[in-house]
């Protein structure tokens, strides 16, 4: 049974451009999370989602940062455009109803903007 | 504002030993708390939780320990095993149902044979 895919696994590319990160998660689960990893803030919540349906992105840095789930299979983190700050390790997960605190992680997208 | 904190970067224990790793939080809306694990280029992986209605619950060689009082948890491993070194991660959230967790900093366990 496959885990949490993400794609790529490592992003390098140059402040100004566009970034897309791309997560399939658990087949059967319903809530999917966006997390971003670093030194100085360690692992935070950016945006989860419920059945498609974006619920709390309070965690998005700012307007450079957006995220879909067009449908239950697929969901996708673009940043644009990208800034060196943004460089970070960012996770996507996955959980099902009633247990969404036991969340399923993906391998990571390691970014790095130059 | 750091609401869950793990003042311990780092950890070393010998194998066969306990392991306790430590975990403080600020907010006592907190309603579930979990610790994830977390290898090297890989991402966490869920270990074991706990409900703000219990003090302490066991699966295997971990165990959590919750003291509300204190706003405290702690994991204790043991027996350490060498494929305990790991990174884990303390993680506290308002709802068993939301999903939305506020992770520590993560303490590097390393256990020595």
């Known amino acids: 049974d496959a885990g949490v895919i993400q794609s790529p696994r490592h992003e390098v590319t140059e402040m100004g451009q566009e970034v897309t990160l791309r997560c399939k998660p658990i087949s059967g689960h319903n809530s999917l999370f966006w997390y971003r990893q670093t030194m100085m803030r360690g692992l935070e919540l950016l945006i989860y989602f419920n059945n498609n349906v974006p619920i709390d992105d309070s965690g998005m840095p700012e307007d450079r940062f957006s995220a879909k789930m067009p449908n239950a299979s697929f969901s996708t983190l673009k940043i644009q455009p990208s800034e060196p700050r943004d460089s970070a390790v960012y996770f996507c997960?996955?959980?099902?109803?009633?247990?969404?605190?036991?969340?399923?992680f993906g391998p990571g997208t390691r970014l790095t903007v130059t | 504002d750091q609401q869950v904190k793990q003042n311990s970067p780092s950890l070393s224990v010998q194998e066969g030993r306990i392991s306790i790793l430590n975990c403080d939080y600020t907010?006592?809306?907190?309603?579930?708390f979990l610790w994830y694990k977390k290898y090297p280029a890989e991402g966490p992986t869920f270990l074991i939780s706990i409900s703000s209605i219990k003090d302490k619950n066991e699966d295997g060689r971990f165990t959590v320990f919750l003291n509300k009082s204190a706003k405290h948890l702690s994991l204790h491993i043991v027996p350490s095993q060498p494929g305990d070194s790991a990174v884990y991660f303390c993680?506290?959230?308002?709802?068993?149902?939301?999903?939305?967790?506020?992770f520590g900093q993560g303490t590097t366990l390393q256990v020595k044979p």
């Open positions: 907010n006592s809306m907190f309603d579930y």
């Open positions: 993680a506290a959230t308002f709802s068993s149902n939301t999903g939305k967790l506020i």
């Open positions: 997960a996955s959980s099902i109803s009633g247990r969404a605190y036991e969340q399923y």
